[in-house]
């Protein structure tokens, strides 16, 4: 049912939300389970990367989507489907299937989180379209049932959602919030090429299948981790950060190693590939260390970037009556 003015008129609507990038402070990964996806034991970190969607209610029915040009990625080359393929654009259209008053919708992305970065740049706009589509059509679904239609649409956007510091379970969409609220500083070095999260997953099947190496399902996170991140102390968690991806992105993308190396020989405290990866997140021990080393990174050539988290999950940032 379209939204209608006083006079008959169709009144658009836009409401903008923004929803942050994620680093996996941990990931263990275990065995290839029969439906394709790997039980994960994982603690996720927000981070102040955001993706910003505005959706804007449309009288002629349907979804569009498009790219900001206020986007601050070179977007050149790079493959963002606009059409049912987008992660926004399944968000709004499994929105739409439980809104009564559900109308046309345009949805804007403003992107800055790297695409196929590791960093669930799609997962945080799936979450942000959720949110906004609930605010426009006034659905009123609880934070329980936005998660639920989030992790239909994959394994991270419930955490985009969310935020914050929590442990993944299952896939990564069983979440519990980790009361870790200290901020830890770090460096994001994104890449110039993306990586695909289901060929990484294989890759690292292959090698441990190649070492005749079983794994068990992971069931729990190391809750030194936990300790770490509730203390604030950056130098316990550079002992316990760990990503079972991180060969694999490196078997893939060997250059990797080299920019996890130049990261720790410029001064970060330790290193880690950024879920499947190719995004690299250095750990710094405060703020001023963070900018310096970005800096340093930059001046070598690499593209590098200072963030803190934990963070907010999606929230909603404006509301207009056009
Ligand atoms: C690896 C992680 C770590 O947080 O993030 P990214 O590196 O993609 O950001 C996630 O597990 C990715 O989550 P997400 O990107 O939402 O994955 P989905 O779309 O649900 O799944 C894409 C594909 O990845 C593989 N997959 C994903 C999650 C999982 N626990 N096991 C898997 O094997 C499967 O092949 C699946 O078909
Ligand atoms: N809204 C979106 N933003 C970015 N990529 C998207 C989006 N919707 C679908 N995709 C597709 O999903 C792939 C992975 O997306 P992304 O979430 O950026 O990476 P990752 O899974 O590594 O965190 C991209 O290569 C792209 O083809």
Not at 69 to 82: A, E, K, N, Q, R
């Amino acid at each position: 049912m379209a939204v209608h003015g006083l006079r008959g008129r169709f009144a658009a609507r836009t409401v903008r939300v923004k929803a942050p990038g994620k680093v996996n402070v941990s990931l263990d990964v275990g065995p290839l389970r029969p439906d394709g996806y790997h039980s994960v034991a994982s603690v996720y970190l927000a981070v102040s990367l955001y993706e910003e969607v505005a959706a804007t209610s449309t009288a002629s029915g349907g979804i569009t989507v498009s790219i900001s040009p206020d986007s601050t990625l070179d977007l050149d080359g790079v493959d963002i489907p606009l059409d049912e393929r987008n992660l926004a654009y399944k968000a709004a259209a499994i929105m739409a299937d439980v809104s009564e008053h559900a109308t046309g919708v345009h949805l804007e992305i403003t992107k800055r989180v790297p695409v196929a970065g590791g960093m669930g740049g799609g997962s945080a706009d799936a979450a942000a379209t959720l949110l906004a589509c609930d605010a426009l059509w006034n659905s009123g679904l609880s934070r329980d049932e936005l998660a639920q239609l989030a992790a239909e649409l994959g394994a991270d956007v419930p955490f985009a959602l969310l935020g914050g510091t929590a442990v993944g379970l299952g896939v990564g969409d069983d979440l519990s919030p980790a009361l870790a609220k200290a901020q830890m500083d770090w460096v994001l070095v994104t890449a110039e090429f993306g990586l695909s999260t289901p060929e990484v997953f294989r890759t690292l099947d292959r090698l441990r299948h190649a070492e005749d190496l079983d794994v068990e399902e992971p069931t729990a996170v190391d809750p030194k981790i936990l300790q770490a991140l509730r203390g604030g102390d950056a130098d316990a968690l550079s002992r316990v950060l760990v990503n079972d991806l991180q060969r694999a992105s490196i078997e893939l993308a060997p250059g990797l190693r080299d920019t996890l190396g130049l990261g720790e020989s410029c001064g970060a405290i330790a290193g880690i590939v950024s879920g499947s990866g190719p995004t690299v997140a250095l750990l710094a021990h405060n703020r001023e260390a963070a900018e310096n080393l970005a800096g340093e990174l930059e001046r070598k050539g690499l593209n590098a970037l200072a963030v803190h988290g934990p963070v907010p999950g999606a929230r909603i940032i404006s509301d207009t009556l056009l």
